[in-house]
T-cell receptor, first 115, second 115 residues
Framework: DTEVTQTPKHLVMGMTNKKSLKCEQH?????MYWYKQKAKKPPELMFV???????INESVPSRFSPECPNSSLLNLHLHALQPEDSALYLC??????????????FGDGTRLSIL | EDQVTQSPEALRLQEGESSSLNCSYT??????LFWYRQDPGKGPEFLFT???AGEEKEKERLKATLTKKESFLHITAPKPEDSATYLC????????????????FGQGTILTVHP
């Protein structure tokens, strides 16, 4: 079992639906991340939150909207997605601060399928 | 631009046949090099962090080493349960002085160990 919990594990949605992915960690980490991973490819960074503030948006389309309600929770709101957005969405967390060489710890992801 | 290259892309071993995976990197301001294991349908599982040339870390049948240009993941007497994709990633200086380290991943090595 990982220490980063993601829900739901699987999600099927139509292109007009609105849904949200959720991520929770209780390791006291103050940096949290969203990644997208396609089959047989490494994870691709989407967003980074540091101390509950958005630090990086890797030019992600606006149909993906992140939210960090508190230091333990991270959400990804989805709206009007395209079939090419089908992928495994991973959440990760790490300590923040000056020692940026700390490992990120990943959840098991949400498998998203867009019909 | 930071680059991470893993080789081979795929490796098939017989149980008990030791081997090594390679991760070559070209980065500025290395903060840490990380090895992860990823099983199908799961998130990456953290294995090791290496910070400086000459450093070595061990865990069960795995040993990671680091030079100024590459890292090796040595697998001694592998078992079928070691079959997975192994990902190498580097963390570099935080952008604009911010307090996180962006990960750059290699493409991964798919390891299959036959009984």
């Amino acid at each position: 079992d990982t220490e980063v919990t993601q829900t739901p594990k699987h999600l099927v949605m139509g292109m007009t639906n609105k849904k949200s992915l959720k991520c929770e960690q209780h390791m006291g980490h103050r940096a949290m991340y969203w990644y997208k991973q396609k089959a047989k490819k490494p994870p691709e960074l989407m967003f980074v939150y540091s101390y509950e503030k958005l630090s990086i948006n890797e030019s992600v389309p606006s149909r993906f909207s992140p939210e960090c309600p508190n230091s333990s929770l991270l959400n990804l709101h989805l709206h009007a997605l395209q079939p090419e957005d089908s992928a495994l969405y991973l959440c990760a967390s790490s300590p923040a601060g000056r020692r940026s060489g700390q490992p990120q710890h990943f959840g098991d992801g949400t498998r998203l399928s867009i019909l | 631009e930071d680059q991470v290259t893993q080789s081979p892309e795929a490796l098939r071993l017989q149980e008990g046949e030791s081997s090594s995976l390679n991760c070559s990197y070209t980065v500025s301001g290395l903060r840490g090099l990380f090895w992860y294991r990823q099983d199908p349908g799961k998130g990456p599982e953290f294995l090791f962090t290496l910070y400086s040339a000459g450093e070595e870390k061990e865990k069960e049948r795995l040993k990671a080493t680091l030079t100024k240009k590459e890292s090796f993941l040595h697998i001694t007497a592998p078992k079928p349960e070691d079959s997975a994709t192994y990902l190498c990633a580097v963390s570099t200086e935080g952008v604009g002085g911010t307090s996180y380290g962006k990960l750059t991943f290699g493409q991964g090595t798919i390891l299959t160990v036959h009984p």
